[in-house]
């Protein structure tokens, strides 16, 4: 089943980091005289809330895609979801850089090669474009889905979300256990958990269970937020930590409503939400680094909003013709491709087939 309204959600997620990295950016390191910008900033300099919003959205299809699934079946559905359209958007990304250079250093060869694989924030290899750090917490939850699947106990979960939301609360205290960033992101943890309690309620599975352990999780989410918008935000008030706790509500809000079934759009809107779901994922991964040298280039000949507008307009024509052009095309094919060579890999499925049957 698939809820359109979460195709908005990841729009408005990825406009949210756009915005906050061209615009929150450029105003912080590029001091404006444009009243426009001024007052866009206030608004803009949020816009890094959209990654929580963006493992929030991860947890709920992450877990349904999970279901009625082997492991193989699982693993492919990722790699084809994530790795070919990143190797084009990293490439891009490299090539720019080669050819335009910007503020930050060169790209070498062994570090472009390490970021194909998408491994480089557990080898200590620098990433390509800075907002590759998100794709790290993204395969340490992936990874564990596909253990719970491999394990057989996937369809456990309040089991698992349990020990997840305890393991989650003592490591915000108490740091402990240790290891827990080893596997998952114990700092954004309880957005993850959000996703999946989202999915089960929906589901009316244990709903007063994982009612609870949603609501609780939104005082970790907030504990999150206070101790790394500092990152973000530049010496935060507490009246700028406050409204970005209010921003995480309103999503848990949403995310509640919809659940509940309250937060509908009308159906001629499908089509379009589908269309601005897809474009997020390649407009994620290209717009930081690549649509800086473009927006640096362009500034001083059309002023510092028209530049920011045109650069946005640019990355969002081009995510559109990666996925129309590129990924739709390569998608179908290569899942096929891997599927039929991973009947191989039989063996390796029999744990999980057997317990999905159950």
């Not at 693993?75 to 994530?82: E, K």
């Not at 269309?275 to 997020?280: F, K």
């Not at 280039?297 to 024509?317: D, H, Q, R, W």
Request: glycine fraction near 6%.
């Amino acid at each position: 089943m698939r809820l359109l309204e979460l195709d908005l959600f990841r729009f408005i997620a990825a406009m949210g980091v756009v915005l906050f990295h061209y615009v929150a950016w450029y105003v912080v390191d590029n001091p404006s005289n444009s009243s426009v910008l001024e007052a866009v900033y206030h608004v803009a300099k949020y816009g890094y809330l959209g990654v929580p919003l963006f493992f929030m959205i991860s947890g709920f299809v992450i877990l349904a895609s999970a279901f009625n699934r082997n492991n193989i079946q699982f693993g492919v559905a990722r790699f084809v979801r994530l790795f070919p359209i990143y190797w084009v958007c990293v490439s891009l990304t490299a090539l720019f850089v080669f050819i335009f250079g910007d503020y930050a250093k060169a790209v070498e060869l062994k570090d472009y090669l390490v970021n194909l694989t998408m491994l480089q924030s557990f080898v200590g290899v620098s990433n390509v474009d800075g907002v590759y750090w998100t794709l790290a917490k993204e395969l340490q939850f992936y990874f564990c889905i596909f253990l719970l699947i491999s394990l057989g106990v996937i369809k456990n979960t309040k089991s698992w979300v349990l020990i997840w939301f305890i393991a989650t609360i003592t490591f915000t205290l108490f740091k402990q256990p240790f290891f827990m960033g080893w596997f998952i992101s114990p700092e954004y943890s309880a957005f993850f958990i959000a996703g999946v309690c989202s999915y089960m309620m929906l589901q009316k599975k244990d709903a007063y269970f994982f009612s609870t352990i949603f609501i609780l999780s939104f005082p970790l989410a907030a504990v999150n937020t206070l101790r790394t918008s500092p990152g973000f935000l530049v010496e935060p008030t507490a009246n700028e930590l406050y409204i970005a706790i209010g921003i995480i509500f309103i999503f848990y809000v949403a995310f509640w409503l919809l659940t509940a079934g309250k937060l509908k759009f009308h159906v001629k809107m499908n089509s379009l939400f589908i269309s601005l779901g897809a474009l997020t994922y390649p407009l994620y991964l290209i717009h930081n680094r690549l649509g800086k040298i473009i927006l640096d280039g362009l500034s001083p000949y059309i002023g510092e909003v028209g530049a920011i507008l045109f650069t946005t307009a640019m990355m969002l024509l081009a995510s559109y013709l990666l996925v129309e052009y590129f990924e739709k095309r390569v998608t179908k094919h290569l899942k096929t491709f891997l599927l039929e060579r991973s009947k191989k890999l039989q063996f390796l499925t029999l744990f999980s087939e057997k317990r999905l049957k159950e």
